[in-house]
């Protein structure tokens, strides 16, 4: 193990169902909270990590107001689908460099997620919570694309600390 890294079993992304309606993802970063803080919290960082690299999909926009009452907003085109998807919402809790919490509110089937950071040692721990309102948006959308996101994440946050 590197001198400072988290364990292998720290890095993972370990995606644990907790209920029919809710998910909760964990991560470590070896970064500072307010490292991490910025990558989910300003629009021109986030565009370098959100969309997996596998899905050959382009996020066309990403718009972010990120304060209590605020909104975002990201156009995602994915090349099986003729129409850009879009992903918006309103921020509900903003907690600079600790916590943050928006709606999911393109569908009825939209999920409220909770981001919590956690920094000890100069490392984070974050953990993503997501609360669906029904157990049918929870099995469509679950998984899927987070350990790839983070894998992402974790490779531009050492990118942003060094500089």
């Known amino acids: 193990m590197d001198k ?8 993972q992304t370990v995606v644990d169902r907790r209920s029919d309606t809710e998910v909760v993802v964990t991560r470590h970063f070896d970064a500072p909270a307010r490292v991490v803080w910025a990558a989910w919290t300003k629009a021109e960082v986030m565009r370098r990590w959100w969309i997996p690299q596998s899905t050959g999909m382009t996020l066309m926009s990403c718009a972010m107001d990120v304060r209590v009452g605020g909104s975002y907003r990201l156009v995602i085109r994915h090349p099986a689908v003729a129409e850009p998807m879009a992903f918006f919402g309103t921020y509900v809790e903003v907690v600079p460099d ?13 999920a409220v997620t909770t981001v919590t950071l ?12 997501e ?14 694309m ?6 992402q ?5 050492v990118a942003m600390d060094d500089g």
């Open 146 to 151: 987070l350990p790839e996101q983070f894998e």
């Open 118 to 129: 956690t920094e000890v040692n100069g490392k984070t721990r974050l953990v993503l919570h």
């Open 153 to 157: 994440l974790d490779g531009l946050l």
């Open 131 to 144: 609360v669906y309102p029904t157990k049918a948006a929870l099995d469509e959308n679950i998984g899927g």
């Open 4 to 11: 400072g890294r988290p364990a292998d079993a720290e890095i």
């Open 98 to 110: 600790a916590r943050l919490v928006w709606t999911n509110e393109e569908s009825a089937a939209g």
